[in-house]
């Protein structure tokens, strides 16, 4: 009964840690899922992703998901 | 078509070479082999960049870039593609990303090759950070 | 910036690296190589290709990419650029040109690379002779 | 006193001949090096270099120029 959170790059810093197991009780969307783990409010511009696709932060999410919080992504190259 | 998420240097022309030769179905079927190659530059916003160390969402960056292969596939009339994305700890002139794509015409491969290097750009869950004589930053935005 | 015409098989990547080495003020300098391969396929408007003989005006041929690489040259800002042509006598599955083109960023490298495989493609003095089974013959016109 | 006329490809073929001197007397524009070389009329679709830069029919030539005529190019790939 439980969900995955990650965080990635500098919000993985800040907050200070990668990965969390969260009670799925009374989580019903991503954003809850960062409130229970992060401990501070979502900041606008972080990306979400759920079972590894992009979401919106009110996505719906059950026990066994994976949930991930990350900054802007700037791979490849400019 | 051919993914590698790669945490050590690689000569994309050597990997290309590689990757053709691998393919012996495709000589004389593709007219047209459009390649971009993205490397680390020793300078980046006013600062020497020393080193850069990217980090990634590794399964989340599977699905993605199996997923824009499969698309670019799907958009254009091409006959093979190959991807090559380096994480982990790079050098100023390390290769980055490799996107390789081989098509009958050059319309269908420049096409298929911007789209997906465009893609990885914008939506592969990547992140910079450099070292500089300043320290180390975290590349949040980038102006292109 | 280096244009080679050549009457023998080159192969593209070994050219591009062996470049890529003789520039070593190149390294760290740029962020995107932008490279177009066009290879001989082994059929065309529905016949089979068994080789084709390319002939061309060589000094005209090399006055014109000499023009053209300066074109982009200033067109774009790019770092370097590098032009291969064949002539003479092909096989299915050879390379008959290869544009690389170096710069900063990788709008520069596609445009700059586009550009100059189509004014190689529209305006360079080169004439394909195909041989297929029905004999050899002249393309003189040819669908993009 | 003479003008150098260069033909290729199937232009080439079809006069039987790749290179030809002709007297610069006389001969005021490409056309004309055409006419006294060639022998019979300036295809339509012909092109025209004079002194290896692309140039009209009626593009004057002089002394020592050299002039080449050819069908439509075909270089690069498709």
Known sequence: ?78 | MKILLLDRAFDPWQEITRHQAGQPALAGKFGATAVFVGTLRDFNQGDAVQAMTLEHYAPMTQKHLERVAHEAQARWPVEDVLLIHRYGELRPNDPIVCVAVWAAHRDSAFAACRYLIDELKTRAPFWKQELTPRGRRWVEQEKD
């Open chain 1, 1 to 78: 009964m439980s969900i995955t959170v990650r965080y990635f790059a500098s919000i993985r810093e800040k907050l200070g840690k990668e990965q969390d197991t969260i009670d799925s009780k009374g989580i019903t969307c991503a954003a809850d899922a960062w409130n229970r783990s992060a401990g501070i409010p979502l900041p606008p511009n972080m990306l979400v992703a759920v079972n590894m696709e992009y979401a919106r932060p009110d996505q719906p999410v059950r026990d066994g998901d994976e949930v991930a919080f990350f900054p802007p992504v700037t791979g490849g190259t400019r």
